[in-house]
């Protein structure tokens, strides 16, 4: 597909195709236009797009668009392509904040052990504050949250399953590598302590009394946890991140144009 002078040609790699109908698309221009508003009027949040060519050229969100020009989106590659990018990397250690429908992809990320923020009476404002704020990966299915001007990591769960959403989260953001489960409290996102059993004896039931010896508390809340209360889950869980985890889509550009 060729772009008119009225219209310019997106062409979307990997996961961005998700946003778009097809891979492809023309897109009508009226005048002068930023990359960054002809994106995101196509459906595609500026965070989550890590990589611009025009006309095979790499460049900023800023370069004005005039009519006639091919686009490329790539999603950002953590780790392949940190030279050119759009971003800085990602906040380390990884941690995130979510929306209210995510509450329980947020255990999930707490269970691996990463700090993940999460009210069920924020707005998108504190949201976005929070991301700004605390230097926070904003994770949300809201575009239109995403894409407030002010987020750079972001990310848009595509899968409704929250195991999958997981899954989705720990491939675009390098996790595996970097969890240590059981080691944060998946109700308050605080941070666990081992505790002696002669310590939390008093909140146990008999049969965890009789079956278990190593138990942690956590600093924020006070929940008491041991090995049976959620290492089953966890290591099901690791089992099917550790499967999938596997690289997804086209490998990251190099710096010449584009062919088609
Ligand atoms: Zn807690």
Redesign the pocket.
């Known amino acids: 597909m060729s772009a008119a002078a009225t219209s310019i040609v997106l062409r979307a790699y990997a996961e961005l195709v998700d946003f778009l109908d097809a891979p492809e698309v023309e897109l009508p221009i009226g005048g002068p236009r930023s990359v960054k508003d002809l994106v995101e009027a196509a459906g595609i949040p500026h965070p989550e797009v890590g990589l611009l060519l025009v006309d095979g050229r790499r460049v900023g969100f800023d370069h004005l668009l005039t009519g006639g020009e091919r686009v490329a989106a790539y999603p950002p590659f953590h780790g392949l392509d940190p030279v050119g990018g759009l971003w800085p990397s990602p906040p380390e250690p990884r941690r995130f904040v979510l929306d209210v429908h995510l509450g329980t992809l947020t255990r999930r990320l707490r269970l691996l052990g990463f700090d993940a923020w999460y009210r069920t009476d924020a707005d998108d404002a504190l949201l976005a504050d929070v991301a700004v704020g605390q230097e926070r990966i904003l994770l949300t299915r809201d575009r239109g949250l995403l894409m407030r001007r002010t987020i750079t990591h972001g990310y848009c769960p595509r899968s409704q399953d929250p195991d999958e959403q997981a899954v989705e989260v720990a491939r675009r953001y390098s996790l595996a590598p970097r969890r240590a489960p059981l080691t944060r409290?998946v109700?308050?996102?605080?941070l666990l302590h081992r505790a002696h059993a002669a310590q939390v004896w008093d909140e146990l039931e008999p049969g965890t009394r009789a079956a278990f010896d190593r138990f942690s508390r956590?600093g924020?809340?006070?929940?008491v946890y041991w090995p049976g209360s959620h290492l089953d889950a966890v290591e099901g869980f690791l089992t099917r991140i550790e499967a999938m985890t596997s690289p997804r889509g086209a490998p990251p550009p190099g710096t010449g144009p584009v062919h088609h």
Do not use: L
């Not at 924020?220 to 929940?223: A, M």
């Open positions: 409290c109700r308050c996102n605080g956590c924020g809340c006070g929940q």
